[in-house]
């Protein structure tokens, strides 16, 4: 099977796309929301405040540490700099709650604009089954951090290039024009625009493959590899040319370092996953329906599927683009389908479905919804408390104890953005496997804290570095609460 050559045929009336687009994004958001300060639940959020404050103050981007002890001026790259501009700014002029509201409508405007690309080739049915499965495999990871500025991004990228494959062509000029824009934003505002890369020269491949004859084949290769290379020419585009395109890479190579963090560790399906229920319904699409697609679609979906299976963070991946890769093949099946006897009934079914009158009462008790659980959740939004040792961190302030510390990894980002210099943070690709070995060492940690300097220690209260100093000579609790317990050294001068 090959995709359909000339123009695909719009599966679904302008105006039931526009109004279940808008359902889409309404619900969307409206759950998002419902999270309330679960969307802050992250320890970074701080530390991507304080990095968007200092490229404000300083007018440049950091090109070395500026913010920790341990590892000053160390090469670091700040990948995420532009959207931590916006999260300062939005954090200080109009607080958490704002924070909130744009990690929502990132999230809410990514489902929405999946619903409208696939609303293209799919009737409203199964483009509600698909942006279900993608909202389930995306709402674990849903937190107002820079990942999700992406999910827009993401999206526009992979339907203007399945849009170009459907019509059988390389992507046009225009199309060129406004990919080669989102990935500029994408390259300077997250690491993986390197997978919207890779995904271009997968459609690209199947282009050559799917060639019929030599003709066909130089078209191919001379329009995708035109936009490929503009394509590759806007990821370049940042602060940090080809330091900055080769960043993933560097990351994926410290395996220690991803084995340790959870959301780059493979999912626990013994737990519960959601990937487990999104495999089983395609089980049984696959073999209750029949339904067949490209050979090429399908390794591209099961090449999503290998990084999401490798590493828990890349289940909105699959979400996001396996649904927009295989619709236009799936359209096809789906109007197969429609030929059968038991078919028909629940056609005539989302047909009065479809209805007008419907519609509007839908969209109308979408926007009754999403106000609600606005009103509901907005008001007081906070960051939660786990990663929030402001009490420990004030009380140390307060009774002059100096020197260096040394801090457990989720703190890290509250002590930045407290003006306290860490001994680690969120940013491991630049502290690097050699010092988080030695961060995780408990039987080296006499000599760590000695050769380091470290006059007190934060860490939270179930972690066994407070246990281990617990044990320690010359090491003493001097605070205790449920988020944060304080050891300082003996020795370490003290006002009274």
């Known amino acids: 099977m090959t995709p359909p050559t000339g123009p695909v045929k719009v599966a679904t009336p302008r105006g039931t796309r526009l109004t279940a687009t808008a359902i889409v994004a309404l619900l969307a958001w409206a759950t998002a929301i419902g999270r309330g300060g679960q969307l802050l639940r992250d320890p970074d959020v701080f530390s991507h405040i304080a990095v968007g404050r200092w490229i404000l103050a300083e007018g440049k981007v950091p090109a070395g540490d500026v913010f920790s002890h341990s590892m000053p001026g160390a090469p670091w790259i700040a990948h995420e700099w532009l959207v931590e501009i916006a999260i300062a700014l939005l954090h200080d002029r109009l607080g958490w709650a704002a924070l909130a509201v744009a990690g929502a409508t990132c999230f809410a405007a990514a489902l929405a604009i999946l619903a409208y690309a696939l609303l293209r080739y799919l009737p409203v049915a ?26 827009p991004l993401l999206v526009v990228w992979t339907a203007g290039l399945v849009a170009a494959r459907a019509d059988n062509r390389a992507p046009s000029a225009r199309l060129t024009l406004g990919l080669a824009l989102v990935m500029v934003l994408w390259a300077n505002i997250h690491g993986s625009h390197v997978f919207g890369l890779g995904l271009a020269g997968m459609f690209a491949a199947e282009a050559l493959f799917e060639a019929t004859d030599r003709r066909a084949a130089w078209r191919a290769v001379r329009g995708w590899g035109a936009f490929i290379v503009v394509a590759v020419a806007a990821a370049l585009a940042t602060p940090h040319g080809l330091s900055g395109l080769l960043f993933p890479f560097e990351v994926q190579r410290m395996s220690y370092a991803l084995s340790w963090i959870d959301e780059w560790q493979q999912p626990d399906m013994q737990r519960g996953h959601v990937l487990e229920v999104w495999l089983m319904l395609v089980l049984l699409g696959a073999l209750s329906l029949g339904l067949r697609l490209p050979v090429t679609r399908i390794v591209m979906v099961l090449v999503i599927l290998h990084m999401a299976l490798l590493h828990q963070r890349h289940a909105e991946l699959l979400g996001l683009c396996a649904p ?34 419907l519609r509007r009462g839908a969209l109308a008790a979408a926007v009754a919804i999403a106000i609600g659980v606005g009103a509901w959740r907005l008001p007081g939004l906070v960051v939660p408390n786990t990663y929030v040792p402001a009490a420990a961190v004030e009380a140390v302030k307060r009774a002059g104890i100096t020197g260096r510390v040394f ?33 995780n060492a408990l039987a080296d940690m006499p000599k760590l804290l000695a050769d380091f300097d470290i006059g007190w220690t934060l860490f939270h209260p179930a972690d066994p570095h407070v246990a281990e100093l617990d044990r320690l000579p010359g090491w003493r609790r001097f605070h205790a609460d449920d988020v944060a317990v304080v050891h300082v050294r003996t020795d370490a001068p003290q006002k009274r």
């Open 324 to 357: 927009l890769i295989v619709a236009p093949a799936l359209a096809v099946e789906l109007r197969r389908l429609g030929e059968t006897p038991f078919a028909r009934p629940l056609r005539d079914w989302l047909r009065a479905a479809s209805s007008a009158g």
């Open 407 to 439: 801090n457990g990894y989720d703190v890290g980002g509250y002590l930045i953005f407290a003006g306290v210099q860490p001994f680690i943070d969120g940013r491991l690709d630049m502290y690097g496997e050699p010092l988080l070995r030695r961060f």
């Open 126 to 151: 199964a483009m509600a089954v698909a942006v279900l499965a993608a909202w389930g495999l995306c709402f674990p990871h849903l937190v107002a951090r820079p990942h999700v500025a992406v999910f």
